[in-house]
Antibody, heavy 119, light 107 residues
Framework: QLHLQESGPGLVKPSETLSLTCTVS??????????WGWIRQPPGRGLEWIGS???????SYNPSLKSQVTLSVDMSRNQVSLKLTSVTAADTALYYC???????????WGQGALVTVSS | EIVLTQSPATLSLSPGERATLSCRAS??????VAWYQQKPGQAPRLLIY???TRAADIPHNFSGSGFGTDFTLTISSVQPEDFAVYYC?????????FGQGTRLEIK
């Protein structure tokens, strides 16, 4: 089984940069092509896809967030990272990382990291 | 951007009843649709992918159907553990969107 764990600050000030890391572990994780996604969920609301990155570094971003988001990958550490710049209260959410399966779907999820944007 | 519209927003049923959840896409997505179940305090769980294929360890009372713009998730006999929020998801041109969710609640 694969295990994903998000980590990072739980509180970020408005206008600053939100940074999260996702680490993958598990017996079945090996050095093959992986496709990772980031999804967020504001409290009491639905899911919003942020973007995705292959282990090669190729990325796709939600057009509504593209100007704020940067995803990066460090396969030597089995990690992907999310940076979201110029945050506002509207960016307060539970942030999930996930691994794609069968090319298009999110089959493995982390438990989520709650990030609150507040001064 | 492809918009997914789920209906109803809330579905109230008794255990043992049949649940039918709908997801409509603003344009054709072929069969690139998945369904997820989310329980309070938990991450979403993949139930169905490619519109009708059950993911690993998903009970047979969950089934999916549809192609193009109209998709359905059916729970043949709702069990107490099935009361949750369900989301559909599509992938088009490497971009993903989710529906707004259907809450399945106990009647």
């Amino acid at each position: 089984q694969l295990h994903l764990q998000e980590s990072g600050p739980g509180l970020v000030k408005p206008s600053e940069t939100l940074s999260l890391t996702c680490t993958v572990s598990g017996d079945s994780f090996n050095n093959v092509l992986y496709h990772w996604g980031w999804i967020r969920q504001p409290p009491g609301r639905g899911l919003e896809w942020i973007g995705s990155i292959y282990s090669t570094g190729s990325t796709s971003y939600n057009p509504s967030l593209k100007s704020q988001v940067t995803l990066s990958v460090d396969m030597s550490r089995n990690q992907v990272s999310l940076k979201l710049t110029s945050v506002t209260a509207a960016d307060t959410a539970l942030y999930y990382c996930a691994l794609y399966v069968w090319g298009s779907y999110l089959g493995y999820w982390g438990q989520g990291a709650l990030v609150t944007v507040s001064s | 951007e492809i918009v997914l519209t789920q209906s109803p927003a809330t579905l109230s049923l008794s255990p043992g009843e049949r649940a039918t959840l709908s997801c409509r896409a603003s344009q054709s997505v072929g069969n690139y649709v998945a369904w997820y179940q989310q329980k309070p305090g938990q991450a979403p769980r993949l139930l169905i992918y490619d519109a009708s294929t059950r993911a690993a360890d998903i009970p047979h009372n969950f089934s999916g159907s549809g192609f193009g713009t109209d998709f359905t998730l059916t729970i043949s006999s709702v069990q107490p553990e099935d009361f949750a929020v369900y989301y559909c998801q599509q992938r088009s041109n490497s971009l993903i969107t989710f529906g707004q969710g259907t809450r399945l609640e106990i009647k």
